[in-house]
């Protein structure tokens, strides 16, 4: 398994098309931004050829998501907010090429139901995932723990597993967090079972504190021996927050690939 570093939390010491090269050094293979829109994508894309890393994953623009609003896929109202964002990030994904591209669910808007939530969310993800289709690029939708993101729609397992049923599109997929999973004290194991051939990308950090792995309780070994078990052959993205420099918080890197090669 390949492990990439998720550039938003990881050598957030160094500008952000610095952190390329430093990921590249510490022995990365790749690299994934939850928001890179800042940078414009010309100057990611001759970055990354420079550090020699591929882009895995990038979000879809989420509007106020991050602010504590409830983001843009699944209100009603925000629907050509949505359809701007979609536009922003093809445009932006045609020149830096992501593996996949990531639409945040965002949390139950005031005054909208759960039906009309997921309602508005599936069709945006159905139109989501045919418009990346054409560019040769996956879309995943994930679960995120309710604790650290109150009132996020899709916080399990199950939930990610019907919403992919009800939008029933082939270049839909799942985006499997670790910690958020640990986070909410779920059958981790299960969840990967539940959702066995449908896993596009794996996230991960220790729990609790999401900080690097040997920093909480989390037991990496056994979910990484599941996710293979389950079939699974894709990355593993560093998704956690550094408890000291990025550097000094590196220690679990080496054994891993060295483990899991």
Not at 56 to 69: E, H, K, S
Not at 99 to 104: I, K, S
Not at 175 to 186: I, S, W
Request: charged fraction near 15%.
């Amino acid at each position: 398994m390949k492990i990439a570093a998720n550039l938003s939390l990881l050598f957030s010491e160094l500008p952000l098309l610095g952190r390329l090269q430093a990921a590249a050094a510490a022995g990365f293979d790749g690299v994934e931004i939850q928001f890179p829109y800042e940078v414009p994508a010309l100057q990611l894309k001759e970055a990354l050829a420079r550090a020699g890393l591929p882009l895995r994953l990038i979000n879809l623009p989420a509007g106020d998501l991050m602010t504590g609003g409830p983001g843009l896929a699944a209100v009603p109202a925000r629907q050509a907010e949505f359809d701007a964002a979609l536009q922003q990030a093809l445009t932006y994904a045609a020149m830096t090429r992501p593996a996949y591209v990531n639409v945040l669910a965002g949390r139950l808007a005031a005054g909208v139901s759960r039906e009309q939530a997921l309602a508005c969310l599936t069709a945006n993800l159905g139109k989501t995932a045919a418009a990346f289709a054409v560019l040769g690029i996956g879309v995943l939708c994930e679960a995120i723990n309710p604790l650290d993101m109150p009132g996020f729609l899709i916080n399990t397992p199950a939930q990610l597993d019907e919403l992919l049923r009800a939008v029933a599109h082939p270049n839909l997929q799942a985006q499997f967090d670790l910690y958020h999973m640990a986070r909410q004290g779920l059958d981790i194991a299960a969840g990967i079972a539940l959702l066995a051939g449908r896993i596009g990308h794996v996230q991960f950090a220790d729990c609790p504190g999401r900080g690097e792995p040997g920093t909480g309780t989390l037991e990496f070994a056994p979910l990484l021996q599941a996710l293979r078990s389950s079939g699974y052959e894709g990355w593993l993205g560093a998704e956690y927050k550094p408890i000291q420099e990025t550097l000094q918080s590196l220690a679990w890197l080496p054994l891993w690939q060295a483990r899991w090669p």
